[in-house]
T-cell receptor, first 114, second 111 residues
């Protein structure tokens, strides 16, 4: 089933631990994004990558790093997790910033930091 | 700073009872306004894109409209399967090509 695949789906971390959230798309899209969704806050952009080899900060980048490994994969790393990073993380991809019928979101990673 | 405000936060309707969801926005140079549907435990799913004031789009029981300051999502004779959170988002004209989202309207349709 073509689309955006995120792993893992669920994760519990202790404060200070590190982890990497993985995202892969098989639609040959140039642009990929990481959002977080918190109750009462809506979706907020963490980082995005307009093309392979480039990454840029979004609205809430502090505490995160990203890697655009190749055209298919865009990972999000938490170096030292904090309870404030408890959230649902969504990866999305678009064919060059065109957010219409060809843009897709993954199913999300639910992260709890205790 | 781009801003998107959705109202109401939650709405409970009886099956067949039509209503509208509101999305007001401020953005520097609108490239597009988007409506998404999100079901529990899933990622947002694209519904509509509107590009200019006066534009309207329809899909089944849903109709989206756009003015220079706000957008409405009209739901006509809703069914229980229309229950979901509806998200509004804008894409600005310059800078990042990501979307700025509102907080969403949680819609419940009771049989």
């Amino acid at each position: 089933n073509a689309g955006v695949t995120q792993t893992p789906k669920f994760q519990v971390l202790k404060t200070g631990q590190s982890m990497t959230l993985q995202c892969a798309q098989d639609m040959n899209h140039n642009s990929m994004y990481w959002y977080r969704q918190d109750p009462g806050m809506g979706l907020r952009l963490i980082y995005y990558s307009a093309s392979e080899g480039t990454t840029d900060k979004g609205e809430v980048p502090n505490g995160y790093n990203v890697s655009r490994l190749n055209k298919r994969e865009f990972s999000l790393r938490l170096e030292s997790a904090a309870p404030s990073q408890t959230s649902v993380y969504f990866c999305a991809s678009t064919p060059g910033g065109h957010w219409d019928t060809e843009a897709f979101f993954g199913q999300g990673t639910r992260l709890t930091v205790v | 700073e781009d801003q998107v405000t959705q109202s109401p936060e939650a709405l409970r309707l009886q099956e067949g009872e039509s209503s509208s969801l509101n999305c007001s926005y401020t953005v520097s140079g609108l490239r597009g306004l988007f409506w998404y549907r999100q079901d529990p435990g899933k990622g947002p799913e694209f519904l509509f894109t509107l590009y200019s004031a006066g534009e309207e789009k329809e899909k089944e029981r849903l109709k989206a409209t756009l003015t220079k300051k706000e957008s409405f999502l009209h739901i006509t004779a809703p069914k229980p399967e229309d229950s979901a959170t509806y998200l509004c988002a804008v894409q600005a004209g310059g800078g990042a090509d990501g979307l700025t989202f509102g907080k969403g309207t949680h819609l419940i349709i009771q049989p």
